[in-house]
């Protein structure tokens, strides 16, 4: 099957071929003429699978369909200085008249979102998309809404402040998306997702996309979608085919580091990801790395946009090697020279793994994913591998095999919950299992009880003591 044969309007059709897509994804198949007949969608579908063609290229075919005049940025802006003197901004702001909304859970994957409707619809002057997101300054903001864009791409709390200052009106909305809808309440958007959905026409078209359906998902979308249709497109998307997984064992934190500098000295690595559980962690390792010369740098939700801006610039620019990550990286960031994924960290929720190594293999190339567990973290591996159907191969590296078995022994009689035998006096009772950022002896970081050792590491060939012995 073609695009063409989707029913797409001439110009999408030329701005899809120009960006060298010619056939549809299975999910674009399924999804794209049912939203063409005006049905609302329920999609089940992973990061990777095409999902945001899915939903951009039947508005885009619409707006081509329409009047040019649909959508189209005022010749002046409408907010300013064309305004008579004397009134308030609130009285000078005609407020923004969106013919179709995008909610997304991150930032990262609103500026995806904006920059591939850009793509698609490049052949549709007449048509702008915008992202409206936490960390960009209001005045620019301001800017984007006065454009009257015809598509806007929003984070939902961000979202709420415009509503609550009149700035964005609904009433000729004709299309809600809600991309990624799980992550999205995961994150506790919930309430700002009823607000805004009350806000919308009755008579939108609502397509609502989520890795699952189950639950809490499935619920909200039964209630905010009028006799939608289902499409279920997870299973290949989910396998990951193109990307080899494999999984380390370490016994502690000081293992772990180790591991994971000799791994990132592969010379096969182009650019990579490594996910940690948490912010404070991507800062500590991105600094380290940095240290021991890698060209690393951090990116988490406590980063100014600006910050976070440059910082994935940087990445595609091929100026960084390595992105220490958190889980706010894991959907939206479309790099196709990242080659590896490592979780220093595994993720909360099995899903996220998906969505982490799906950071790799992109546009058709082959990726190596490659998680460093914990022996007590078995149980999470095992959930991962039975939502993806696929088992994980151990794999060990001469040198740095792990002391401990694969999975813990039962306690002492008389131990401390969570300890190994031997109790905390034993240098090897705490290895910090499920609480990042703490070592074999309990103390954060790569200093403490270690640093006699450390300093009597060997060096690596340019004369520096590798990231995993600082």
């Known amino acids: 099957m073609t695009f063409a044969e989707l029913g797409l309007h001439a110009a999408v059709l030329k701005a899809l071929a120009d960006a060298g897509y010619n056939e549809p994804t299975p999910v674009q198949a399924q999804a794209i003429p049912a939203a063409l007949a005006g049905r609302d969608l329920m999609v089940s579908s992973q990061t990777g699978s095409g999902k945001t063609a899915a939903f951009l290229l039947p508005a885009l075919h619409r707006f081509a369909s329409q009047a040019p005049t649909a959508g189209a940025a005022p010749s002046t802006p409408n907010f300013g200085r064309h305004a008579p003197r004397g009134r308030s901004d609130r009285q000078r702001f005609s407020p923004a008249q969106p013919k179709m909304l995008v909610l997304a859970p991150t930032r990262e994957l609103a500026l995806q979102v904006t920059a591939a409707a850009d793509k698609y619809g490049a052949t549709l002057r007449h048509v702008r998309a915008v992202a409206i997101l936490g960390g960009m300054p209001y005045p620019k ?48 958007f919930i309430d700002d997702i009823e607000r805004i959905v009350a806000a919308t026409p009755a008579t939108r078209q609502t397509m609502l996309f989520s890795a699952t359906l189950d639950g809490v998902v499935g619920d909200m979308a039964r209630r905010i979608t009028r006799d939608a249709q289902l499409v279920q497109a997870t299973a290949v998307a989910a396998r990951h085919d193109n990307i080899e997984q494999r999984l380390h064992f370490v016994d502690d934190l000081a293992h772990k580091n180790r591991l994971l500098d000799h791994l990132l000295r592969d010379t096969s690595i182009d650019q990579a990801i490594v996910f940690t559980a948490t912010k404070r962690d991507a800062d500590t390792i991105a600094d380290r790395l940095n240290v021991a010369g890698f060209a690393a740098a951090a990116l ?59 950071r790799t293999g992109r546009a058709g190339r082959n990726g190596l994913a490659v998680s460093l567990v914990n022996h007590g973290e078995r149980f999470n591996v095992r959930k991962i591998e039975r939502l993806t159907q696929q088992e994980i191969p151990v794999n060990v590296i001469p040198g740095f095999e792990p002391v401990r078995r694969s999975s813990p022994p039962s306690r002492a009689p008389g131990s401390k919950p969570g300890g190994w035998k031997g109790g905390r006096g034993n240098g090897e009772a705490r290895s910090g299992y499920g609480k990042p950022g703490h070592s074999a002896e309990g103390r954060t970081g790569w200093g403490g009880a270690r640093d006699a050792q450390n300093r009597a590491a060997p060096r690596d060939t340019a004369g520096r003591r590798s990231f995993g012995d600082r």
Not at 154 to 176: N, Q, V
């Open 141 to 188: 903001q301001m800017q984007l809404l006065a454009q009257n864009p015809a598509i806007l791409v929003a984070t939902p709390g961000r979202l709420i402040d415009h509503m609550e200052s009149g700035k964005i009106d609904f009433s000729c909305l004709e299309t809600l998306v809600l991309d990624e809808a799980d992550r999205m309440l995961d994150m506790g």
């Open 300 to 358: 988490h939700g406590d980063m100014q946009q600006g910050a976070r801006n440059r910082t994935l610039n940087a990445l595609r620019r091929g100026q960084l090697r390595v992105l220490v990550a958190t889980d706010v990286a894991a959907r939206g960031i479309d790099v196709p020279t990242i080659t590896h994924v490592f979780n220093y960290d595994l993720p909360k929720f099995a899903e996220d793994y998906i969505h982490r190594i799906g």
